[in-house]
């Protein structure tokens, strides 16, 4: 199962910051990456950032540089991930999701190939 919690206020106004957190538990997802898509409204779901079990990184071209993702298996019966979201831009409003997928190519992330789906959170910046 793997549940998402968002930390801070959904509605930030332009220029703020937030911090999304989601724990992966149900399982072992040693071996998965875990990581954040967003879907706007009336848009498709995208990717926003992944990390691997190993700690590697990758991001949407969209958000380098505001966005900042990180994981933390300390906590055996949870696997925790946060995004971190700088400089926030009306642009960035949607319902970010957390996901899990196995592997570690994670540049090859897609909607279509995640494993496990985390609840979504809605997440508004206004202007």
């Known amino acids: 199962e793997v549940s998402c919690r968002r930390l801070g206020g959904g509605l930030v106004q332009a220029g703020g910051s937030l911090r999304l957190s989601c724990a992966a538990s149900?399982?072992?997802?040693?071996?998965?990456?875990l990581g954040w898509f967003r879907q706007a409204p009336g848009k498709e779901r995208e990717f926003v950032a992944a990390?691997?079990?190993?700690?590697?990184?990758?991001?949407?071209d969209s958000v380098k540089g505001r966005f900042t993702i990180s994981r933390d298996a300390r906590d055996n019966a949870k696997n925790w991930v946060y995004l971190q979201i700088d400089s926030m831009e009306p642009e960035d409003t949607a319902v970010y999701y957390c996901?899990?997928?196995?592997?570690?190519?994670?540049?090859?992330?897609?909607?279509?190939?995640?494993?496990?789906w985390g609840k979504g959170t809605l997440v508004t910046v206004s202007s």
């Open positions: 996901a899990a997928e196995w592997g570690y190519r994670l540049s090859t992330w897609s909607a279509k190939t995640i494993d496990y």
């Open positions: 149900g399982r072992s997802f040693s071996g998965y990456g």
């Open positions: 990390v691997s079990s190993g700690g590697t990184t990758y991001y949407a």
